[in-house]
């Protein structure tokens, strides 16, 4: 019934790949996704480099959506087994990992989220200990109007322990003061962590009750032994075994609409050879700025100036090879070569740019080449396009984290090894500029009858992998049902949708 459909999708990421393997399984629809990089994954892609792997920023699985849960099941079997120690290159399977990540602040170690454990105390000194305090329980007694992001924060953790841990680090990653950024961000992505919360599960922890853990507290992740690219690979693979087709290296920078349906789109190559598709549908997750800007018959004023004023964070990561690392295990945790057995470490250090540091030895074995002689690392740093950091070469870019890895004690320089640089653009949508007229981009984009907006940047949401996802099967959904595209907008919006969950550790994750 829809094989004569022209059906294009706009980006092969998470979302795009699952909206084409939704159509596919549920239709008779052959999908023909374009996607403008020679990559295939999107932000969720995993980069080689000389053999060692690295993400754009380390990727877990997780989600508590049943129906994402059952589709990565699908497309690679969940195997607890593999443990650290163990490689089987044939392995097609997630693995399961343990999540362990901690703040680097004053060259200390601190438990991520803050702990209440005698080192936690020993770390801060009695002085922060008993100001962070007062400071706390003066931040119950006189709650904020949520304003901002600031009073968010300060009425959740108290004025120093927001200046400690969330004032510089927020400034990094969104290149914004706090209170200038709009309160929804912390709702959205740290709701329900708190100092209360922290209070109730030291509580609970010593009285070993079950209780709802906050979704940033989940200690379990899958992960595919080769990175999220190796899953999105394997799932473009399916992809074009049924039918779909994925041309890469295609940027799609027009669209035609006439009687509110686009009726055909514009891409190009690398090479600039331009090329059209008629189109009956389009599912696009490419940036809303983007794609409102791409509209050559738009004449809503209001519309373009929102599209224009549309605010992005972007994001530099560099992979480096060391043959150690300065810092030590202190923990009780065994890892190979004994290095910390973090995934990742939040960098609080204040004279530093930058904000974390995936260890991908330890979010799997596979990840670098040599992981019994070497570490690698993903140093990450939020900018903006066309800054001074964005402008700076590889080299100097290079020369510099190393630098700043050294300041703070995390290695030494005569051991690097090898480095690579990666950008990525629009990697945040961010919540401030014309944020907050997105409904009038968004009552303009769902007046296209024949478009379904889907994914991060699609819908200009922090969305995860799985809300990505859901908006790529939602749409499917929306499209071959003649249904309303509401659900598509509303994944990633209830609330026990993204906060909390009950007894998670129940879950099949
Ligand atoms: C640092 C960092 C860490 C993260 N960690 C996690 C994590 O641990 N777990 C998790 O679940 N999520 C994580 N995420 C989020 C995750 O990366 C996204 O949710 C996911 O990649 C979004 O998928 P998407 O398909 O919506 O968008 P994208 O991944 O952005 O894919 C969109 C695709 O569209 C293409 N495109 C754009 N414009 C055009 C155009 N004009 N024409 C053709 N193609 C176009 C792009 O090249 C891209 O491939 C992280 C993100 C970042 C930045």
Redesign the pocket.
């Known amino acids: 019934m829809y094989e004569n459909k022209k059906v294009i999708i ?7 790949l699952s909206c084409a393997y939704y159509l596919l399984k549920h239709s008779d629809i052959k999908p023909v996704i ?4 020679p990559y295939i994954g ?3 892609r995993t980069y080689n480099h000389n053999g060692n792997r690295m993400d ?6 997780f989600t508590k959506n049943d129906e994402v849960l059952e589709f990565w099941n699908e497309i690679f079997p969940i195997d607890s087994t593999i443990t650290q120690y163990e490689k089987d290159e044939n392995n097609k399977n997630f693995l399961k990992r343990k999540r362990y990540s901690r703040i680097y602040f004053n060259k200390k170690f601190f438990d991520y989220p803050i702990t209440l454990k005698p080192a936690t105390f020993l770390n801060m000194g009695l002085y922060n200990v008993l100001k962070s305090g007062f400071g706390y329980l003066y931040s119950k007694i006189f709650q904020r109007e949520e304003k901002s992001l600031e009073d968010f924060y300060i009425n959740r953790f108290g004025r120093p322990l927001y200046e400690m841990f969330f004032e510089q680090y927020t400034q990094k990653v969104w290149g914004l003061h706090p209170s200038k950024i709009s309160p929804d961000w912390g709702k959205q992505r740290v709701k329900g962590i708190s100092l209360t919360e922290v209070l109730k599960n030291a509580v609970f922890n010593i009285l070993k009750k079950e209780h709802k853990v906050e979704t940033s507290l989940i200690e379990e992740f899958l992960y595919p032994p080769k990175g999220p690219g190796q899953f999105y690979e394997e799932l473009a693979e399916k992809i074009e075994k049924m039918g779909g087709i994925i041309y890469k290296s ?4 027009n669209f035609s609409v006439k009687n509110n349906r686009i009726i055909s789109l514009k ?1 190009k190559d690398e090479n600039g050879n331009t090329y059209d598709y008629e189109c009956d549908t389009v599912f696009s ?3 809303v700025k ?1 794609l409102i800007l791409s509209v050559n018959e738009i004449s809503d004023n209001k519309v373009i100036n929102a599209a224009k004023n549309l605010c992005y964070r972007d ?1 530099i990561t560099i992979g480096l090879l060391v043959k150690k690392l300065k810092i030590k295990n202190n923990t009780k945790i065994k890892t190979i070569q004994n290095i910390v057995p973090d995934c990742w470490i939040y960098i609080q250090e204040k004279n530093v740019k930058i904000g974390r540091l995936q260890i991908f030895n330890n979010w799997s074995p596979y990840m670098v080449k040599d992981n019994i002689n070497t570490v690698f690392l993903g140093l ?1 740093y939020f900018c903006n396009e066309g800054d001074s950091l964005w402008n700076m070469s590889e080299k100097d870019f290079t020369d510099m984290a190393v630098n700043e890895l050294c300041e703070i004690g995390i290695i030494d320089k005569e051991n690097v090894i090898d480095s690579v640089e990666i950008k ?1 653009k629009k ?2 949508p961010a919540y401030f500029g014309s944020y907050n007229q997105f409904d009038i981009m968004k009552k303009y984009l769902d007046g296209i009858e024949n478009l379904y907006c ?5 819908q200009h949401r922090y ?6 996802t859901l908006t790529g099967f939602e749409a499917a959904r929306a499209y071959l049902n003649s249904s309303s595209k509401e659900k598509i907008w509303n994944v990633n919006t209830e609330e026990e949708y993204h906060e909390e969950i009950k007894n998670c550790h129940n879950k099949r994750i």
Request: with cysteine; charged share 15%.
């Open positions: 706009i980006g092969a990421g998470p979302a795009g374009l996607e403008e990089s999107g932000i969720a754009l920023g380390g990727h877990r699985f295609n940027c799609v920078y891409a997750s490419m940036p983007d994001f990450e990525v990697a945040y889907i994914g991060r940047n699609g969305n995860n992998m799985d809300h990505s």
